[in-house]
């Protein structure tokens, strides 16, 4: 004889499916934060691997800290191809101490010009939303140069940890102390006087804002 199906049977099926469903796809999630991770952390994207760069933002803190070892390993990196390449991808991604490794490479005297100057460009990126420098002008803008960017209106921005609350006062004191360093190459300099110009320019903007009306 055939087993009787009740109803009570048929709910009970479907809450053990729909549990068996829930574990499988958390253990989905999983797998695929820990393929995504391992790949970013290496630093060297690859158009097959472009998967894992949009997936790691929403693995929390191992996503984080892989994108933080990603931005580390190019420490000592002079190929400005593969710099850019991680740059392009981790730009609009915010995260406090994602910041503090931008900034200690950006004032790191034994770190790569190139990537000292990219780490200013991406350090404008986590305290300004629609300023898109460029590795060209950083390098090349002497500080008797007014320095520019493109502004973008269509950037969306992750965001992990917040950034301390005096961000953009370490980021100035950082482009201080790199533009009174003797030693500091003429490319680090530029990128240097860059941060502080749109920095201050920014500032100036701000003040300017008319001011919203309560209520409105």
């Known amino acids: 004889m055939a087993p009787r199906v009740t109803a009570t049977t048929g709910v009970v099926f479907t809450a053990l499916t729909l549990v068996v469903s829930s574990c499988a796809r958390t253990e989905t999630v999983a797998h695929d934060c820990a393929h995504a991770t391992a790949i970013v952390r290496r630093g060297s994207p690859s158009l097959p691997d472009e998967w894992a ?9 191992a996503g984080r800290a892989a994108v933080r070892d990603a931005w ?17 991808r981790l730009w609009s991604f915010r995260d406090g101490a994602l910041f503090d490794v931008l900034r200690s490479t950006f004032m790191d005297g034994a770190a790569s010009p190139q990537v000292r100057v990219y780490s200013a460009m991406f350090l404008v990126g986590q305290l300004l939303d629609h300023d898109d420098p460029d590795y060209a002008t950083f390098s090349a803008t002497t500080p008797d140069q007014v320095c520019v960017a493109d502004v973008v209106s ?32 003429a490319a680090v300099k530029n990128a240097a006087h860059c941060v502080d110009d749109m920095l201050q320019r920014d500032a100036r903007i701000q003040v300017r804002k008319p001011l919203t009306p309560l209520g409105g």
């Open 72 to 88: 580390e390993s190019l420490r000592s990196e002079t190929d400005t191809t593969r710099i850019a390449a991680v740059y392009n």
């Open 53 to 61: 760069w949009a997936r790691v933002y929403g693995c929390d803190e």
């Open 154 to 185: 269509d950037r969306s921005i992750s965001t992990g940890t917040p950034l301390p609350s005096d961000a953009r006062n370490q980021v100035m004191s950082a482009a201080a102390d790199v533009l009174s360093d003797a030693g500091a190459p």
